[in-house]
């Protein structure tokens, strides 16, 4: 499925082969159980705990119908009561300011950076009214209040699922659309301006649903522009041309002064790269930065099963390898880019893989990208991958970590969704149990060695 959308003048992308410099490799090792020093003796056994349970597939693919007991037989109150100091704990922020001040405080002093994520999301069959829209809005609105008026993040990102303020149903329609004739991008952003547009191939009632969304993206982006960078995410591949769409035209609007409004690329989607660089032609002929959040993508299961209920070709690529090789393709031609232009281009390497991690800070240092300058970041979630991100953060990186935020009860609908569909990531955390279980031993022979029950062990003689 391609995305489609009317243009001017192209160029190809440029590499920066011939400016490479010889510079030794970047060694970051993500072997030491060090990362895991700052981190509390309750937090380890809880990260702990909560890892053995993503590692059963039997578990993560069944944990909704688990909630659904559990607030059977607790009941609503007692549910979060049990989920609060456990999974709630180790994936979220808070609820209040306040305490997602505190998670945000300890964070700043390891060198990491927060990306709020506001758990709202839609997909077909759960669309709302116009109200639901408008009060996901305020949301955004005071998630963009919050990320640019705390003193977190010198450069404080957030995330956005545009299904939060305009129907799957109508993303849905528009990437049908999208088939059979492009839309001017210049028409698009008349209507984030307010103009009223009619859309050809919707009705009266979903135009003006159309116009209400894009009015709701241009609030969000009017008040994060030149303060935070909204990090749009991508969704299922029957809306995604849409939601890229709408997207280009905040960018056209909002990074004529470098990248503001970003958009994600999913790289086990087999067309990811096409998409890539269309969306940098795009972005040099209409004269805007681009932002790129690379990730490998998180829909497999449902895009392969819809794929195969319509008789159509699988977007997914064929193995994990062939995933791999996509992400890092996309990668160096993003750094490539950024080396020559880096005002104007971004990019979060948003991956949990250590070798893209690696193979991307090496590139930096060969195309001469400065650590800390901003164009290039690095994100994982929060919770999870430790090890990478404090590594990375010792070493000068810039980090940040993926922050939902709220209630429970806000929050539990978001955090089974995501195990659900980053299970390859839940099941591949064994190496952070192993640097866990480490840390962990260490601190008992430590305890028992001042006790005078036992030597100090091998983890720990020679660090005192």
């Not at 935070?228 to 991508?234: F, S």
Request: with cysteine; charged share 25%.
């Amino acid at each position: 499925m391609c995305q489609r959308w009317r243009t001017t003048s192209a160029r190809p992308c440029l590499t920066a082969a011939s400016r490479q410099q010889q510079c030794p490799p970047v060694a970051l090792s993500f072997e030491d159980p060090d990362a895991f020093r700052v981190k509390s003796t309750a937090e380890l056994i809880r990260a702990l705990g909560l890892f053995h349970f993503c590692s059963v597939p039997l578990l993560v693919n069944n944990c909704s119908k688990l909630m659904s007991i559990g607030r059977t037989l607790l009941g609503r109150r007692g549910l979060a009561l049990l989920l609060r100091p456990s999974v709630y704990a180790q994936f979220v922020a808070g609820e209040s300011e306040a305490e997602i001040s505190r998670s945000m405080d300890k964070m700043a002093t390891l060198g990491l950076r927060p990306m709020l994520a506001v758990p709202i999301e839609e997909d077909l069959g759960e669309s709302s009214g116009e109200q639901r829209y408008d009060d996901n809005m305020a949301a955004m609105l005071e998630c963009v209040r919050m990320s640019h008026s705390n003193a977190w993040s010198k450069d404080p990102m957030m995330q956005l699922k545009i299904t939060a303020l305009l129907s799957p149903e109508l993303c849905a329609k528009l990437t049908r659309l999208l088939k059979h004739g492009p839309y001017h991008l210049s028409e698009l952003v008349r209507a984030l301006d307010g103009e009223p547009i009619s859309f050809p191939g919707l009705d009266e009632q979903e135009n003006a649903h159309f116009l209400c969304g894009l009015r709701r993206l241009n609030r969000i982006a009017e008040a994060s522009a030149d303060k935070v960078r909204v990090l749009v995410d991508a969704e299922y591949t029957y809306m995604n041309p849409a939601l890229s769409l709408v997207t280009m035209a905040m960018m056209k609007k909002f990074n004529q002064n470098g990248p503001w409004i970003w958009n994600t690329y999913q790289c086990y989607l087999r067309e990811s790269h096409s998409l890539l660089q269309e969306a940098l032609r795009l972005s040099s002929s209409e004269s805007f930065g681009l932002g790129v959040k690379l990730v490998r993508g998180a829909y497999m299961d449902k895009e392969r099963k819809l794929a195969e209920t319509e008789g159509r070709e699988d977007p997914v690529q064929e193995t994990w390898k062939d995933t791999n090789l996509s992400y890092n393709r996309n990668m160096e031609l993003m750094l490539d880019v950024i080396s020559q232009n880096p005002q104007q281009h971004r990019i979060i390497v948003a991956t949990h893989n250590e070798e893209s991690v690696r193979q991307a800070a090496q590139r930096m240092e060969e195309l001469g990208i400065n650590k800390d300058g901003g164009s290039v970041c690095f994100g994982q979630l929060l919770g999870m991958c430790d090890h990478v991100s404090l590594t990375l953060a010792k070493q000068g990186f810039c980090v940040y970590k993926s922050v939902p935020y709220g209630s429970v009860d806000d929050t539990l609908p978001y955090l089974v969704r995501r195990a659900q569909e980053n299970r390859t990531v839940l099941l591949g955390i064994r190496k952070e149990r192993h640097l866990l279980r480490q840390e962990l031993r260490r601190r008992i022979r430590r305890v028992l060695g001042a006790r005078g029950w036992g030597p100090p062990g091998p983890l720990e003689a020679g660090r005192s």
